[in-house]
């Protein structure tokens, strides 16, 4: 079964808008993740958020975290039209699995 | 290039038949995890395999099963296949157990007619 459930599962932006993401999970975590998928191919790393981490940046992107709502949040500023991918949450839970959610299609219009 | 390699790219294959993916890891990485991931679908963790022991299982069928080999590649078994396995498989590793990002193949696409 999935762990971590995007929100929203479509999205379509203007380029340079902002995007945001959402993030929920069901179980306590070590860490989470965020991922992106260009369509087809593997997934690649974008920024990891421990649980004892409350936010974090990483260039354009700003991650959040809130465990005691067992959610999280990803922001891309100023969008580009290279940013039109899937985006997957991750979460590595105390059971050495890693378990990703159904992830958030984001569209950035030229 | 994640330096993990996944072969082959590309499968098709009858139902009822058996098929077989492999994975290499990054060279260093001891955890390979297996994911299935079906059209526009999020991905299902299938096992988590850590230096040949298996460490965690998730939504993997009894048709499916899977091992690390002392060299650390892994290897995931289809059998009795049908059509509703066509998805894309995916292999990930990472150095150690948990708490650290995955590097992820390119994918196995298997096509069951």
């Known amino acids: 079964s999935q762990q971590g459930e995007e929100d929203p599962q479509a999205l379509s932006i203007q380029e340079g808008e902002n995007a945001t993401m959402n993030c929920s999970y069901k179980?306590?975590?070590?860490?989470l993740q965020w991922y992106r998928q260009n369509s087809g191919r593997g997934l690649v790393h974008l920024i990891l958020?421990?649980?004892?981490?409350r936010e974090k940046h990483s260039g354009r992107l700003r991650v959040t975290l809130d465990t005691s709502k067992k959610s999280s949040s990803l922001l891309i500023t100023a969008s580009r039209a290279a940013d039109t991918a899937s985006y997957f949450c991750?979460?590595?839970?105390?059971?050495?699995?890693?378990?990703f959610g159904a992830g958030t299609r984001l569209t950035v219009k030229p | 290039d994640s330096g993990v390699t996944q072969t082959p790219k590309h499968l098709i294959t009858a139902t009822g038949q058996r098929v077989t993916l492999r994975c290499s890891p990054r060279?260093?990485?001891?955890?390979v995890y297996w994911y299935q991931q079906s059209l526009d679908q999020g991905l299902q963790f299938l096992i988590h395999?850590?230096?040949?022991?298996?460490?965690a299982k998730g939504n993997i069928l009894e048709r499916f099963s899977a091992q690390q080999f002392p060299d650390l590649h892994s290897e995931l078994n289809l059998s009795s296949l049908e059509l509703g396995d066509s998805a894309l498989y995916f292999c990930?590793?990472?150095?150690?157990?948990?708490?650290?990002?995955?590097?992820f193949g390119s994918g196995t696409q298997l096509s069951v007619l």
């Open positions: 060279s260093g990485d001891l955890s």
């Open positions: 990930a590793s990472s150095p150690r157990v948990g708490r650290e990002k995955l590097f």
């Open positions: 179980t306590s975590i070590n860490n």
């Open positions: 395999y850590y230096n040949g022991e298996e460490r």
């Open positions: 991750a979460t590595d839970g105390l059971d050495n699995d890693m378990r």
């Open positions: 958020i421990r649980s004892n981490e």
